[in-house]
């Protein structure tokens, strides 16, 4: 079966700083795949080349088998819904009017547009805020009508990076539900979390990134054995002597 991502020797380096290092990971279709990493390990970076959002040095991305830099027709990006990190979005337009005009811009149908526009509004919350500018929305808003984006086209691959990030309790648990959804109905998602409890709980896929390399990857069972995520994460990837309270001897009473 192709695999819904697959990356090959992706590599990308700034000035003197090497972000993403020959990079392999495989994304298996229907799987929900966690990415977990320190903060500078890479993953922004591995998923924004992903994606077609920022170019390689070196390697490849395909998605559903085709190559996200090398296809002229840029299949790939209408298999893919992306909510990146720090997403950009046009503040001096409702949230409907954003999923409007992303939605033709894609080129679906009007009257398709506007009945998912709703749907999503009214799912994630946001219809009360349906008039107001996106340049009103709280962080946890903004968060949610980035995920509507990337749903609106009904694609096969969802990669997010940080999509609970600021997001309510209640959000979350509905966001949840959608990507279950999902994944249940035969689509693949990438999910990249600082929270190891939320990847433990949602992913049956892991990868852990460090230093711009994959250090381990596989089911979640795989990866973390016995333990639970975030102890096999720090034991992966931890380079201190765990004595952080040895200098702060101030703090003692």
Known sequence: MTAALDLAGLTKVFGTNTAVDHLDLTIPQGSFYGLVGQNGAGKTTTLSMAVGLLRPDSGTARIFGTDVWGDPRQRAKELVGVLPDGLAMPERLTGREVLTYLGLLRG??????????????????????????????????????????????APRLLVLDEPFEAVDPVSAAT???????????????????HV??????????????????????????????DESLEDRFVELVATGDGGAMKGLTWLSS
């Open 108 to 153: 679906l149908p009007e009257r398709v547009v506007a009945e998912r526009a709703g749907e999503l509004l009214e799912v994630l919350e946001l219809a009360e805020a349906d008039r107001t500018l996106v340049i009103e929305y709280s962080t946890g808003m903004r968060k949610k009508i980035g995920l509507a984006t990337a749903l609106l086209h």
């Open 175 to 193: 966001i949840k539900e959608i990507l279950r959804g999902f994944v249940a109905g035969g689509g693949s998602v990438v999910l990249s979390s």
């Open 196 to 225: 190891m409890a939320l990847v433990e709980q949602l992913c049956d896929h892991v990868a852990v990134i460090d230093k711009g390399k994959v250090v381990a990857a596989g089911t979640l069972v795989d990866v973390k054995g």
